[in-house]
Structures are given as C-alpha cells and as structure tokens.
C-alpha cells in the first residue's frame, strides 16, 4: 500500500489537531504539510511500531517540536497576542497530551508513543493542563442544536466547565435572534437544524455580527472538513465523547483572540 493511501484516511484529523494546537488553521496546515513533504523526501520514517495514525502523529509532532512548539516572546519583552499569553502560561507538552487525549480519541498509551513520553507523565500533563485551562477563562454561550436530549447533555458538560448557557436554538432563526438578546462568548452548533434550516448558516449570520468561537458538533464531519477554506478549527462527530466536548471548549476559549469572559 502506498504512503498517501496508508495516511489519507487520518489526515483531516491531524489537520483538525494542528489547527487546535497552535490556533491557527493557518499555521496548522502548514505543519502538517511539512511533515507530510518530509515522509515524501525520505526526511522522516513512519515508525513501524506504530499504527499508521499514530505514526503520522509522531512524525508531525517531531517535525512542530523541532520548529513551533516552544513560542518565545518578541523583541523587548512584548507578547504578541493574547492567545499567544494564553499559550505560554501552559507548557507545550501540557496542551500536547491534553488535546491527543481528549479531542483525538487517543489512550494515554498512544499518546506517550507520539510524544515519546511514559504513559504516566502522559496523565500528569493532562491534568496539568485540564487545570489550567478550565482556571482560565469563563463565558456565556449559545447552543445551536434540535435534539433536545444532546443539548442536554451539552449544556450540562458546558455548566461543569463553569460557564453559563445563555440560550439555546434549535433552528437559524432562533440562533440569530438569541445573539440579538444576549452576545455570547462561544457557540456550539449542530449543521442540521429542527426545520430544515442549516446551522453553518446561522453561525456565518452570526459572525457578520461580532467575532466568536464556534464549535461545530455533527454527525456529518464530511460537510465541513472539505480541504477548503475557511474549516471551522474545532469540530466534533457526533456521538461524541464528553472528554471530547469539554476538551475543544476549553481550547476554543483559550486560542481565540478575544478572550471573552463572562459578562457581569
């Protein structure tokens, strides 16, 4: 089998990975892209070890390690920006091991071969950087979903994060008319709505408005990971895991710029 058809099937999960690593869809895929260029040249080997997934994840990771993980503070002290801040009060390995567990499905065993650690420093780190993030920041949000027993279940891993659900909608109407009462912090939406309407359309109604982190859970993954641009950075397949869930709140909020908290 050939190296494209041994890795296609897992690369818009790395994708997906590299954009809710460093922030940036971006940034993301140009990671990924060197990984993959390096495989090609016969740079970097899959380790045979390894699961064909797992390997391409090591092999990104040993590419972003040696040239994006650590970020460094610009000229005179400055940080950048306030998702870089949020960046580096968590430490890189921290977030590495969080999201490979919790937002990629992986067992800590797996994700201490990728980041050629012990799978108990593994579980540290996650913890570490569960704490961190959830001490970090709280918002208001908005749930865009038609099932009223899958809102359910999100609201509640929503409230467990210590936010607030300031609304709930289960068509586009009801998702544009929410944001005009109450401006939520984050959005949680499904793409196939109660009347037929679509989710995707209400959240870009939505972002003409202000600027907001979107989440994206659905059953159809297939309709946003299409390799054009924009792709939302986080998305979720339902059914999901509520690791899964908690994980892509925490890092939608602690990567987008705004940053915004909780209103008074």
Not at 20 to 46: F, H, I, M, P
Not at 187 to 202: F, M, R
Request: charged share 25%; no cysteine; aromatic share 6%.
């Amino acid at each position: 089998m050939s190296l494209l058809a041994r890795l296609a099937p897992h690369l818009p999960y790395v994708r997906r990975y590299a954009r809710a690593l460093t922030g940036d869809q971006t940034s993301g895929d140009a990671y990924v892209r060197v990984a993959l260029e390096a495989l090609a040249a016969g740079d970097r080997q899959l380790p045979p070890d390894m699961t064909p997934r797992v390997a391409l994840y090591h092999v990104f990771h040993s590419i972003w390690t040696a040239t994006g993980a650590q970020l460094e503070e610009t000229g005179g002290g400055e940080v950048r920006d306030e998702a870089t801040r949020r960046l580096m009060r968590i430490a890189p390995r921290s977030r590495q091991a969080f999201l490979l567990t919790a937002l990629e499905g992986f067992t800590p065993t797996e994700a201490s071969q990728i980041l050629d650690a012990d799978p108990t420093e593994v579980e540290r780190l996650i913890a570490d950087a569960q704490a961190d993030i959830d001490a970090e920041l709280a918002t208001d949000v908005l749930i865009i979903e038609d099932e009223a027993i899958i809102s359910a279940d999100i609201e509640s891993l929503v409230r467990e994060l210590g936010h607030t659900v300031v609304a709930t909608a289960t068509t586009h109407d009801e998702a544009v008319a929410a944001v005009a009462h109450d401006r939520p912090g984050l959005v949680l939406a499904d793409i196939q709505l109660a009347d037929g309407s679509s989710g995707i359309d209400a959240v870009k109604d939505i972002l003409k408005r202000f600027d907001v982190p979107v989440i994206f859970i659905t059953a159809f993954p297939e309709r946003l990971l299409t390799g054009e641009r924009p792709e939302p950075t986080f998305l979720i397949t339902k059914p999901f895991q509520p690791e899964t869930v908690k994980a892509a709140i925490s890092q939608a909020l602690f990567f987008h710029p705004a940053g915004r908290r909780r209103a008074a």
